[in-house]
């Protein structure tokens, strides 16, 4: 496994926040850089603390498979709604 810094450096999108120390900071870049949704590293990363992981993947692979998706954050939230039964906007301000 690789450290955090390396795996950083090898982003390719350089606007990325820079004080990234936990894993699931880095996984929440990884699915803003995924989506091509890098206006909102903050929320991606919030999710990846407070969802399961699991959820996450099944969405992000949905949304990868969804290839004519104008959005494709758009997608991944909607399947993440859908695969949780309930609202992310919801859960995200309890």
């Known amino acids: 496994m690789k450290s955090i810094a390396k795996a950083i450096a090898e982003v390719k999108f350089k606007n990325r926040p820079k004080n990234?120390?936990?894993?699931?900071?880095?996984?929440?870049?990884?699915?803003a850089e995924s989506l091509q949704d890098i206006k909102h590293y903050s929320l991606y990363i919030k999710l990846a603390k407070q969802i399961?992981?699991?959820l996450l993947e099944e969405a992000l692979n949905f949304t990868k498979g969804y290839t004519s998706a104008k959005s494709k954050a758009k997608v991944f939230m909607w399947k993440l709604?859908?695969?949780?039964?309930?609202?992310?906007?919801?859960?995200?301000?309890?």
């Open 81 to 94: 709604q859908q695969i949780k039964g309930y609202s992310v906007d919801n859960h995200l301000t309890k």
């Open 52 to 54: 399961d992981r699991r």
């Open 20 to 31: 990234i120390s936990k894993e699931f900071q880095m996984y929440g870049v990884y699915l």
